[in-house]
């Protein structure tokens, strides 16, 4: 999946660059969230002055799925989205279609995973962003 993004800021010190996809958002709003301040993403450090428009590449096999919000995790990118769609494939893989607010990224999960998660269109759940590329 390809996305836009604008630049907000660096952190220097930890060699970080800050992304909004809000952009992105359509008018209908996730419930119970916090939109704004969730879709905000964190990549090593551009060189890209503020308020930039970028690309950004996201892998659906970079994005897992979690029921409810993780703690303590080393992944960055915990973001509420609604699952738009869910493709199963005779492979025992699942393609799931997120919306996050409008923006829409895809999730590879194994088809057991889709099982043990009851995993259904129109649910609430937390997409997490492992890796992001930035297409410049």
């Known amino acids: 999946t390809v996305i836009k993004a604008r630049v907000l800021g660096?952190?220097?010190?930890?060699k970080l660059s800050f992304l909004d996809l809000s952009d992105n958002q359509s008018s209908a709003k996730l419930a119970d969230t916090n939109e704004c301040e969730n879709l905000k993403l964190i990549v090593s450090h551009c060189?890209?002055?503020?308020?930039?428009?970028?690309r950004l590449r996201i892998l659906a096999r970079d994005v897992s799925i979690a029921r409810e919000k993780?703690?303590?995790s080393s992944i960055l990118h915990i973001i509420p989205a609604r699952?738009?769609?869910?493709?199963?494939?005779?492979?025992?893989?699942?393609?799931?279609?997120?919306?996050?607010?409008g923006c829409s990224i895809k999730s590879r999960v194994?088809?057991?995973?889709?099982?043990?998660?009851?995993?259904?269109?129109?649910?609430?759940?937390?997409?997490?962003?492992?890796?992001?590329?930035?297409?410049?």
């Open 83 to 101: 699952i738009s769609k869910l493709t199963c494939e005779k492979s025992g893989q699942c393609l799931v279609e997120l919306d996050l607010d």
């Open 10 to 14: 660096h952190d220097e010190a930890d």
């Open 110 to 136: 194994t088809s057991r995973s889709r099982r043990l998660l009851d995993l259904c269109e129109g649910e609430l759940v937390f997409a997490q962003i492992k890796s992001v590329a930035l297409i410049v």
């Open 70 to 72: 993780p703690q303590s």
């Open 47 to 54: 060189q890209l002055e503020v308020n930039t428009t970028v």
